[in-house]
């Protein structure tokens, strides 16, 4: 039955819109981008995770090495604006690198997780599982050094060198040569190099334990945009894959790998997907066949029925992005950019 609105109601109710309406709109302008921060709520929590007993915690006297720990958490730090628009944006870093990824870039600029937010999305961060505040599991390491298994079992548990990084990040070809007219903060790279930690994901078992997390976190979200980037930018097609409830679109930034276009692709059409490239992928032995795998997927897609864009972005004008777009100098023209896409592409 119809609910009949007094008009006094019915005035409130207009008036509420329009205010609602009005700080909406205020997010797009700079004084808020510039100015205090207000938000509905903010915390934490983590997602998955299961306890398994070991014989191998510790080698230090003071701590037993038997017991029981927590393994294959995924960590997640949200902040909620005080008037929504549209889902979530799930923010999710890739290798050798946290969520830090997405925070206060190395030269002092707002990041993108402050940035969508002032911009009205909620906006989730994430740490891969044994990542960042994920706990990783010691057992592998210690069962060697205390002689309980043999040393040809150790993972390989790596860091990425200043060197190796500068050119697997797209700085320039090689170290220390830069690329002509590449948009990251040079004078900010001892801030950016510290951002870089221990990897472990070989020692993952497949799928790594951070894609389900991803797919639980979507459908506690009820309906969140999973962005990925580099060694995370697979996990959202595993996510679609395992179960496309709560994915409200895929934001995939210079993945490591896309879906092959000869797999099953009925997955990726119940969601728009956007594919997107900086600058430079072609000189990069590295990426150039990855966007070329990416270009062939998105066009299967769309073959398919789906609603997939691979973007190249100085091929739409914004030339000099390096690998880490979130950083770059131009990262809130990028911002905008990606918000324009979301909104032209996903329902509010």
């Not at 993108?112 to 599982?129: C, K, P, S, T």
């Not at 690329?179 to 930690?197: D, I, N, R, T, Y």
């Amino acid at each position: 039955m119809a609910v009949q609105l007094s008009k006094k109601e019915k005035y409130k109710s207009s008036i509420l819109a329009f205010l609602l309406g009005l700080l909406a709109g205020c997010a797009h302008q700079p004084g808020v981008m510039e100015g205090p921060l207000t938000i509905a709520k903010q915390g934490s929590f983590f997602v998955g995770g299961r306890s398994v007993q070991s014989e191998a915690l510790s080698t230090l006297p003071a701590y037993a090495p038997s017991g029981t720990i927590a393994v294959e958490q995924m960590y997640v730090h949200y902040q909620l604006p005080v008037v929504p628009v549209g889902p979530a944006i799930t923010l999710i870093h890739g290798c050798c690198l946290t969520g830090k990824t997405w925070e206060t870039t190395p030269d002092g600029r707002m990041g993108w997780d402050e940035y969508f937010l002032r911009r009205g999305r909620g906006v989730y961060v994430i740490d891969q599982v044994a990542r960042g505040r994920s706990a990783a599991n010691p057992s592998a390491i210690n069962s060697v050094k205390m002689g309980k298994t043999a040393a040809d079992t150790l993972p390989p548990v790596f860091s990425a060198a200043q060197e190796a990084a500068w050119a697997i990040f797209r700085f320039g070809p090689e170290y220390p040569k830069v690329f002509p007219g590449m948009q990251f903060p040079l004078e900010a790279m001892p801030e950016f190099w510290k951002q870089m930690v221990l990897d472990w994901n070989a020692t993952m078992p497949t799928p790594n334990p951070t894609v389900p997390a991803l797919s639980e976190l979507a459908v506690k979200l009820d309906g969140t945009i999973l962005m990925s980037h580099s060694q995370s930018g697979i996990y959202p097609f595993q996510v679609a894959a395992l179960n496309t409830r709560g994915i409200s679109a895929i934001v995939s930034i210079e993945p490591g790998a896309c879906p092959a276009a000869t797999e099953d692709l009925k997955p990726y059409l119940k969601m728009p997907i956007l594919v997107l490239w900086g600058d430079y992928v072609d000189l990069a032995p590295r990426w150039s066949p990855r966007l070329k795998m990416c270009r062939a997927f998105v066009e299967a897609v769309n073959k398919a029925g789906g609603r997939a864009e691979n973007v190249v972005m100085p091929e739409i004008g914004m030339k000099g992005g390096s690998h880490m777009l979130m950083q770059d100098r131009n990262s809130h023209e990028v911002a905008d950019w990606l918000l324009a896409w979301i909104d032209r592409n996903v329902p509010r």
